[in-house]
């Protein structure tokens, strides 16, 4: 089999050239102008061949700058701290340094590939994408673990919605939801990193008992499961030393990086770059939940479930709260479908294709189809109580008579009830509507991984290191373009968003439309025209690219992005502003 196997990279080159010769080989038979325009095609493939080497000496010259700023003469440090443990990286120089060794040849290529195969149908260069992205995931990951901190951060964020990055980038980084390493090594720096910052000589001070394992780790800090000297069992979050300053480096090098290669992301960058440094003082987010908690329970107790904070043991790197008993949602929910598929002698992926070729869940989901969808798991629900409870009904009597009698014990049957998403989806939808119309002030951040199925069947909310408030006048601007979108008012949509301060270079209507289509309502295909995240950006930015955006409203769009993206993972497409329209409706009547 000598020679029959070729490396990826041979692969993707010599699959290029055949199709380079097949689009363009026949012109070369030609004469005149067909002739100059193959010469003019290599001279693009030649001129992006410089452009390699130019991106490699960019990465040298921003390099440079960075040792110029942080005073240093090597990278000797930077050489010594890629093969520790614990913190891994954490001069900024080198941090940097290793960004942009790795993103400038990676990124070179894939705009070199987007370039080659432009016009191309996509199914034709889909094998040739694949091969690229096989290619570099790897790397990605390992840059990502290497660096922790903002990259860490970052794969979070990608991994919130399945259409944003390709599939082999979005499996490692939805195992960094909730399974992100700690930087805390070893035990000892566990307890002197509590010690320190609650000012104590011993945990055994406050604590009966801190477990030896995490319960989970973020990009930031570490979460322990403990119990207080009352008998409180709590979880107690705690940051990692130095982290501030190295979020800060890596937020900058990311939006230099982004400043000439993805430009279009650059308003978005800002104001995450605002919200994501409040994240690390966690008196701030003691605050924060506390606030929500206070406004949400009173109407949402039955459903949903927001720990309290043990206040007087919260300070800027260690924050105290409740414990809640539960799992992670998209994890009992990917487990159940498992357990399903297993059944039917299948594996997840194999029923996921069989359920896609059906058409099983395709589609827009409406408020009234939701609530059919969550009716119908609810239907299910009981029926299977029900067959339960006929089936147990003869067993209990057995156990408590004949059992008795002859030390025998029938097991009582329980039938596996199937989660209703569909009732998650609607509940998580109206709260965030409440906490932003109705009260000003809402968790930026519900990704899946803040998102607990609890033992007594309620929705569990943690993590409010993002929070927003919005005053009233912002509340009510944004207030009449959720109304206009869930509508399909496209004039008053375009008037909203003047008011709300949005400004492009062309103040081109459709793309405009589009943009708030996407960011606070929906991706269906009339909005993205088939594109993912990334390219309907690009479109975006390249025929009306915005100049002007409020920041206010970004995370107010994050929010919509998330939940629509809980809601793609399953094949269920969901439109926002239908849920959100009554408490938009309900300010605008209480307020004019």
């Not at 790897?138 to 990055?165: M, N, P, W």
């Not at 800060?248 to 978005?268: E, G, I, W, Y």
């Not at 194999?350 to 119908?376: P, T, W, Y």
């Not at 009554?582 to 009547?589: F, G, V, Y």
């Amino acid at each position: 089999m000598k020679g029959c196997k070729l490396r990826s990279s041979q692969v993707l080159v010599k699959g290029a050239s055949d199709f380079f010769v097949r689009k363009y080989g026949h012109e070369a038979a030609g004469l005149g102008p067909q002739k100059g325009r193959l010469r003019t095609q290599w001279g693009k493939v030649v001129g992006l061949g410089f452009a390699c080497a130019g991106g490699l000496g960019l990465g040298a010259t921003v390099h440079s700058r960075e040792l110029a700023k942080d005073g240093d003469s090597s990278f000797k440090g930077a050489a010594q701290e890629v093969g520790g443990g614990g913190l891994g990286v954490t001069s900024g120089l080198a941090r940097s340094a290793i960004f942009y060794w790795y993103a400038l040849p990676i990124y070179t290529q894939y705009k070199l590939t987007e370039w080659w195969f432009s016009g191309v149908p996509f199914d034709e260069s889909e094998y040739y994408w694949d091969l690229l992205h096989d290619r570099h995931c790897g790397t990605v990951e390992h840059v990502c673990l290497l660096l922790k901190g903002f990259y860490l951060k970052g794969a979070q964020v990608a991994s919130t919605r399945d259409d944003l990055i390709p599939k082999q980038y979005l499996e490692f980084c939805k195992k960094f939801q909730d399974e992100v390493p700690s930087e805390l090594a070893t035990r000892e720096e566990l307890e002197a990193s509590i010690c320190s910052s609650l000012g104590i000589s011993s945990v055994s001070e406050v604590f009966q008992w801190i477990d030896e394992e995490p319960v989970g780790a973020a990009s930031i800090g570490v979460v322990h499961r403990a119990k207080l000297k009352d008998g409180r069992v709590v979880a107690v979050k705690v940051q990692f030393p130095e982290i501030e300053e190295r979020f800060r480096n890596d937020l900058q090098t990311v939006k230099r990086f982004c400043s000439f290669a993805l430009p279009s992301h650059m308003p978005f960058l800002d104001e995450i770059e605002r919200q994501f440094l409040t994240e690390f003082d966690y008196r701030g987010e003691a605050r924060n939940l506390q606030r929500i908690r206070r406004s949400i329970l009173p109407s949402w107790r039955r459903h949903v479930y927001i720990p309290y904070v043990v206040e007087e043991l919260c300070t800027k790197e260690v924050m105290v709260m409740e414990f809640l008993e539960g799992t992670n949602l998209v994890k009992s929910l990917v487990a159940q479908y498992e357990r399903f598929a297993a059944r039917q002698g299948l594996t997840l992926k194999e029923l996921a294709e069989r359920n896609a070729a059906r058409g099983s869940g395709a589609g827009s989901a409406s408020v009234a189809s939701l609530a059919l969808r969550g009716a119908k798991v609810l239907a299910a629900q009981w029926v299977a109580a029900a067959a339960d409870f006929l089936a147990n009904a003869p067993r209990w009597v057995f156990n408590l008579t004949l059992g008795l009698a002859t030390g025998r014990r029938l097991e009582y049957r329980r039938t596996e009830r199937p989660i209703n998403l569909a009732r998650v989806l609607d509940v998580l939808m109206r709260v965030h509507a409440e906490e932003i119309f109705r009260h000003g002030i809402f968790n930026a951040d519900p990704h899946p991984g803040n998102i607990m199925l609890l033992k007594d069947g309620r929705i569990g909310l943690i993590d409010y290191g993002q929070v927003k408030e919005l005053g009233l006048e912002k509340r009510l601007k944004y207030a009449e373009l959720v109304v206009a979108l869930a509508n399909g008012d496209k004039e008053e949509a375009l008037a909203c968003s003047r008011r709300m301060g949005l400004r492009t270079k062309r103040m081109n209507g459709d793309v405009i439309h589009r943009l708030l289509c996407f960011f606070h309502d929906r991706d269906t295909e009339d909005v993205t025209e088939g594109m993912n995240i990334q390219q309907f950006m690009d479109w975006a930015n390249a025929e009306d690219p915005i100049v002007e955006l409020d920041d206010d409203y970004v995370l107010v769009g994050r929010v919509s992005l998330l939940l629509r993206g809980l809601g793609n993972a399953f094949n269920m497409k969901l439109r926002v502003t239908p849920y959100w329209r009554r408490e938009a409706q309900r300010l605008l009547n209480t307020t004019y």
